[in-house]
C-alpha cells in the first residue's frame, strides 16, 4: 500500500524541509488539497515549484471547486501527476475528466455520497479517491461506514484502485491493507510527529488497537455460504464465484459447523481418487477451524493468528453458532511480499 503525505497538515516546517524529510524515508506521493473558495490557485502553483526544485516525488492533488475544468491548463503547465475531482462540489453542467497523457485522474467522493456516482467517469478516471472525514481538513476520524463502501466498490469496480484520504493511522491504515487499498493519504499522524516512525507504524502489521471485528469484517451477505447437502461442484463454483479461495458452511439450521478451503477440496480429490460425484461435504469439511467473534478486536484477531503455526488466510466470524462474516488476509499478505 502507497502513502501519500498531506503537506498542508504540518505548517510548521517549511515546505522544502518537509519534502526532503518525506523523501528521506522513501515516502510515495505529496498529497496537496487545493479548495478554490480558501487559497488562490498561484498559491498551489507556487508551492508545487518549490517542491519540485527539492524533489522528484509524483504530486497528489486534490480540487475541491464549483468549476473545476479551469484548473486544466494549470495540470499540463505544472505537469501534475494525480489529480482527484471532489464530486459534490461540482456545479458544472458539462464538466468532463480530461484526458491527459502524463496524469491519472481520480473523482473523490465523501462517506454519504453512494460509489455508483463512479460509473459517468469511469471510462476517464482510474481510481476513486474515499474521503473518510471531512474533506480538506485535517485530523479528523475516520468513518467506519467506508469499510463496506471499500468492499463494494472493489466488487462493482475491479479494474479500479482505491485512494483513501481521512483519519488515516496505523490502526486504521493496517484495516485498510487487509481491505486490499491501494494508497491512503496521511496528514496529522505522519508529519505532525516522528516521520520516520509514524511511517514505520502506517507500514507495520504490529499495531495496539481496539477496533472491533464488526466494524471491517466482510458481512455474511457478502460471504461464500454453502449448505452441508451441497455437491462438490456447487462448493467449487461458489469459491470461484468470490474468489476467496474458501466457503463457510452452515447447517439446516443456519448453525455454522466449518469450512471447505481448495487444499480441503484438493486433499479430497486424492483421498477419494478423484470421483467427484460422490465426494461430499462431510468428507472433505474442516470442522474445526480457528474462528473469531464480533466482538473481538484486532489484538485478539493477531494475538490468535501467531498463536498457530499455520498461515491463516482466512477466519470465519461467528456467534453463538451463528456465521456473523469473515475476514480475509490475502490483500495483506500480497502487500507484504
Known sequence: MK????????????????AMELDSVNIDMFHIDF???KVEIDKIENDIKRIRKVSSTPIDLHIISKEPSKYGNFILKNNIERVAYQLEDIEEDEFEIPNFENTQFGLAITSKTNIEVFDKYSDKCSYVLLMTTTPGESGGKFNTINFKKIRHFKRTYPTKSIHVDGGINDEIGFVMRILGVQSVVSGSFLVKENIAKSLLKLKSSLINSKLKIKEFMISKDECPIISEESSL??????INDYDFGYVIVENSNKEFIGIIS????????????????????SDIINKKPVTIGTSDNINYMLKTIQNHD?????????DNKKIKGSITFFNLINSES
Do not use: C, H, Q, T
Open 310 to 318: 499455520f498461515l491463516i488466510s482466512f477466519i470465519p466470524v461467528v
Open 3 to 18: 502513502i501519500s503525505a498531506s503537506l498542508y497538515s504540518n505548517k510548521i516546517k517549511k515546505l522544502e524541509a518537509l
Open 262 to 281: 481448495m487444499a480441503d477440496v484438493r486433499k479430497g480429490l486424492i483421498k477419494n481418487e478423484f470421483d467427484i460425484k460422490n465426494i461430499k461435504v
Open 35 to 37: 479548495n478554490d473558495k
Open 233 to 238: 461442484p456447487d462448493i467449487l463454483k461458489k
